[in-house]
Nanobody, 111 residues
Framework: VQLQASGGGLVQPGESLRLSCVAS???????VAWYRQAPGKQRDLVAI?????TDYADSVKGRFTLSRDGAKNWALQMNSLKPEDTAVYYC?????????WGQGTLVTVSS
């Protein structure tokens, strides 16, 4: 299974970006998620959509929204971006207990 992420870029604080991810297959995807990794830091969960709902990291609650459009597409709408949101963002899919990752897309928030 291959995941293709897109939508990163350079924005100013307070602006918005929308990241998208598409999987090569729609079958048996249990959960979809977005993670991010800032320079020198570990990869952290940003948002995850599972059968019971969607969970967000405290740092992005109220600003980011994870949506799923069909079986193999999902997106992360990021509003009111802050400099601390700067990171490489990775989409993730869990299929039958195995994790698959996109290639990462860089988001830079700077004035």
């Amino acid at each position: 299974v291959q995941l293709q992420a897109s939508g990163g870029g350079l924005v100013q604080p307070g602006e918005s970006l929308r990241l998208s991810c598409v999987a090569s297959t729609p079958f048996m995807i249990n959960t979809v998620a977005w993670y991010r990794q800032a320079p020198g830091k570990q990869r952290d969960l940003v948002a995850i959509k599972h059968i019971l709902g969607t969970d967000y990291a405290d740092s992005v609650k109220g600003r980011f929204t994870l949506s799923r459009d069909g079986a193999k597409n999902w997106a992360l709408q990021m509003n009111s971006l802050k400099p601390e949101d700067t990171a490489v963002y990775y989409c993730n899919a869990n299929i039958r207990g195995e994790n698959f990752w996109g290639q990462g897309t860089l988001v830079t928030v700077s004035s």
